[in-house]
């Protein structure tokens, strides 16, 4: 699975220009909203709350261009609750915007 930064690394700086401290900033806040809906979407034990993370995380994922998290959370959104295929899926992706840090 590859994940596009020029994306993500694009819409950061169309929010707030050549400010990497800002930058590195709102990375961190995207990191910390995704860890938490996946980690929601895990422990999640009936469809309506797999499903609102799942829209949360793909919300999140829109306002930041993350392009593959977008995609696996909308893929999460119609598969069922405790998928443990999307679960890894949406781990490793998040996984990859992390270590990408400038």
């Known amino acids: 699975m590859s994940f596009d930064y020029g ?3 694009a819409a950061l700086a169309a929010a707030v220009g ?3 401290s800002l930058i590195a900033e709102l990375r961190e ?12 979407m895990g422990r999640a034990r009936c469809d309506a709350n ?6 949360r995380l793909k919300g999140l994922a829109a306002s930041f261009a993350a392009t ?3 995609q696996l959370a909308d893929e999460a959104a119609h598969s069922a609750p405790g998928d443990p295929v999307i679960l890894r899926k949406l781990q490793r992706a998040v996984a ?7």
């Open 7 to 9: 994306a993500l690394d």
């Open 18 to 20: 050549d400010d990497q």
């Open 29 to 40: 806040a995207f990191l910390e909203s995704a860890k938490r809906q996946v980690d929601l």
């Open 50 to 55: 797999w499903e609102y993370a799942a829209w």
């Open 68 to 70: 593959q998290i977008l």
């Open 96 to 102: 990859a915007v992390e270590v990408h840090r400038d």
